[in-house]
């Protein structure tokens, strides 16, 4: 269902019930959410969502949810996830951005465990409110081609002060996409970076890598 509302959902799954048609799982597509990375219900198209996966419940269907990888940049959590280090940064050091289907975006290292702690506390908080689970989309490999973030080498950790949103600790690990070994530096520790597979992440489940989508 593309661009959804919380009413189109809710009549969507009422039709199917009054069609007497088998009540599966409703996946919720693009559009649901804030800005890309930004992943709570958007309060226009769905104004109470706390009610909706229970009212889905209760005529027989589960509730999925469709994410991507990427970061809309400028956003709050943008700046957040960078000053943390959790997004894949380009050769330079740079947030690395690229383009994908919706526009440009930056993406999560999900091969580090500190973005992949965070992805998870955040689908944490939508499993709450009664997700059943998550489709993941994007993530092919020339987004990450275009973006070459195997090219660094080395870089130092930034530091930043507070916490990322959905994440317990300060903010002041890096992260790049790629296999990593660490060293001692007189600033904290130099990062080497090769390239890596992607990661794919799921609800109560150890990440898992594979090379290709």
Do not use: C
Request: glycine content about 12%; overall charge positive; aromatic content about 10%.
């Amino acid at each position: 269902m593309f661009r959804p509302t919380q009413q189109r959902v809710m009549e969507y799954a009422r039709a199917i019930v009054e069609h007497g048609l088998p009540r599966g799982v409703i996946m919720i597509d693009d559009r649901w959410h804030e800005d890309y990375g930004t992943w709570t219900f958007h309060g226009g198209p769905f104004p109470d969502p706390a009610a909706m996966p229970r009212q889905l419940r209760d005529l027989g269907f589960k509730v999925m949810l469709w994410l991507v990888p990427y970061v809309t940049p400028g956003t709050e959590v943008f700046r957040a996830l960078r000053d943390a280090g959790l997004l894949i940064r380009d050769r330079r050091g740079r947030v690395a951005i690229g383009a994908w289907w919706n526009g440009f975006g930056a993406a999560l290292d999900l091969l580090g465990p500190e973005a992949v702690r965070w992805l998870a506390g955040t689908l944490k908080d939508l499993r709450r409110l009664g997700v059943g689970g998550f489709k993941f989309d994007g993530g092919e490999p020339p987004f990450y081609r275009s973006t070459r973030p195997w090219a660094a080498r080395t870089r130092t950790p930034t530091r930043s002060r507070g916490t990322v949103p959905g994440w317990d600790i300060p903010s002041t690990s890096s992260g790049t996409r790629g296999s990593r070994r660490t060293s001692p530096s007189r600033s904290g520790s130099a990062t080497r970076f090769t390239r890596g597979p992607a990661a794919t992440v799921w609800p109560g489940s150890s990440p898992t890598r594979s090379p290709n989508r």
